[in-house]
């Protein structure tokens, strides 16, 4: 019996000793397994942050884009008395405008606007008859290039407020046409640009029967199909004493839909970004039914708008999303154009210089971080309550972005995007140990303004478990080497 038992002890004992020198081995193969597992999640953690700047680059870089917005108009909101100067617009005079400037013509009865002919300058004629008609200042702008001569037609309706009338926004496009293949060919140019004009003529009527606070200046361009001359001479001529630009909108083939569904995509460099935000609101409060495409940062200067960059100017370009096959042809005729896109166009034209005409002053809402505060120690997987306090500006607060930084604000995570604003959030903290997280909470309100504010760096703690302690098998490594040697003599017998 008690060889049986001393059998058993001596099969616990090496129990015991094994486990000690194992445990040891075997925990630290699940630490280094632990490790990958942490490291690869941060990885797809800082993947998601990536993707998740990509998907919403309008809110994403809003310290950048803040940057960018000091000063810059602010959209009010909806106006029912916007809207029906918007709804004023009408399908039969852009059909009348283009159809007439589709068909004048030089002294051998070529149709064409080309810079330099006998019908240019008949456009330019009755360009400024029409815009005159309307009861607008009007004069042509005379300059001189490398092939000749040319004019710019300009009308102006000036602002009403004696303090704001040097603000100017100006809307045009160019009324030059060519034909690709040759300075003698037929080029009606109806959708290039006669749809950019008639656009603007629409506008010139409607609005030149209101006062706005800030001067509207209506152009149409010209010599823009042989190297931008017209609006290079605009923009490289004005007096900052007398004319404050604040911003230029610019369209150029604006008539042509594919299956007739209206499609347009608005263009802006990177100082110009509100500019298509700005127009992207006026969509949205007017639901304007128009596919709108938004080329933020971009690099298509073949039209009158990159003169206005070019000088440092805001400018924005609208042109149709699928290009007209006819454009420079002596194909580009009225019968290829889609009129209606043309004048839901116009309608959103309306809107937008009458809004950016009038004088809005506009607050931004504003947001602060009240917990955490930048002192705190929170367990990680532990729910913590993040605080804020607001105050709306001149809109109602949409919604409350939340992100969270585990390395000092150099990437971020979303935690909730559009959280109602309820000034709390129960946030379950994320697995891991940092001393460098920060908070960063975005306020949205329904005048697309927005405001931010950061936390300062707490600390994440990970608790550690008792497989992490360090020391936590030495006493079963003892005790395994005590049960030994008391039994090294039975051992000994069985050996």
Not at 284 to 295: G, K, L, P, S
Not at 459 to 469: G, H, L, M, Q, V
């Amino acid at each position: 019996m008690r060889r049986r038992y001393n059998k058993v002890l001596v099969i616990v004992c090496a129990f015991f000793l094994l486990s000690s020198i194992a445990y040891p081995i075997s925990t630290s193969f699940l630490s280094e397994d632990e490790t990958k597992i942490r490291l690869r999640e941060r990885q797809e953690a800082n993947e998601r942050s990536f993707h998740s700047s990509i998907e919403s680059s309008f809110i994403e870089n809003v310290d950048d884009y803040s940057k960018r917005m000091i000063d810059k108009p602010q959209f009010s909101g909806y106006d029912p008395s916007i809207h029906q100067m918007m709804n004023e617009t009408e399908d039969s005079n852009i059909y009348d405008y283009i159809d007439t400037l589709q068909y004048f013509e030089n002294e051998d009865g070529v149709r064409t606007r080309r810079d330099g002919t006998l019908g240019f300058e008949r456009a330019v004629n009755w360009t400024f008859n029409k815009l005159d008609s309307f009861g607008l200042d009007v004069f042509k702008q005379n300059f001189t290039y490398s092939e000749g001569n040319s004019s710019n037609v300009i009308a102006e309706l000036p602002g009403s407020d004696p303090e704001l009338e040097k603000e100017t926004y100006i809307i045009g496009g160019h009324l030059d046409s060519i034909n690709s293949d040759g300075e003698n060919e037929s080029a009606p140019g109806a959708d290039d640009n006669g749809s950019g004009v008639a656009l603007t003529l629409e506008t010139a009527r409607i609005l030149s029967q209101y006062d706005f606070d800030r001067t509207i200046r209506f152009a149409a361009w010209g010599a823009e199909e042989l190297g931008l001359h017209g609006s290079s001479h605009y923009a490289s001529n004005i007096d900052p004493e007398e004319e404050d630009l604040k911003g230029k909108l610019n369209y150029d083939m604006v008539g042509y839909a594919e299956d007739d569904v209206p499609a347009i995509t608005l263009h802006s460099d990177e100082q110009s970004e509100w500019m298509l935000d700005y127009q992207k609101n006026v969509t949205e409060a007017y639901e304007v039914d128009i596919n709108f495409t938004y080329e933020y940062e971009s690099d298509l200067t073949a039209s009158d708008h990159a003169s206005f960059w070019e000088e440092g100017y805001d400018a924005s370009l609208a042109i149709e999303t699928k290009f007209n096959p006819y454009y420079h042809s002596e194909e580009d005729t009225l019968d290829k154009l889609t009129i209606p896109q043309i004048t839901k166009l116009t309608s959103h034209a309306v809107g937008t210089i009458a809004h950016l005409s009038q004088e809005e002053d506009l607050e931004a809402p504003s947001v602060e971080i009240q917990t955490p505060q930048g002192s705190e120690s929170w367990e990680s997987k532990s729910e913590e309550e993040i605080n804020w306090n607001t105050e709306a500006g001149s809109g109602e607060i949409t919604g409350i972005d939340l992100e969270y930084s585990p390395d000092n604000g150099t990437s971020w995570i979303n935690i909730v995007k559009n959280q109602n604003d309820t000034g709390t959030y129960l946030w379950n903290v994320p697995d891991e140990s940092t001393d460098e997280a920060k908070i960063r909470i975005t306020v949205n309100d329904e005048l697309g303004m927005n405001a931010q504010d950061i936390s300062g760096s707490f600390a994440i703690e990970k608790e550690e478990s008792e497989d992490d302690i360090p020391g936590y098998n030495l006493p079963i490594l003892f005790l395994g080497i005590l049960i030994v040697l008391i039994c090294k003599e039975e051992v000994a017998k069985l050996l």
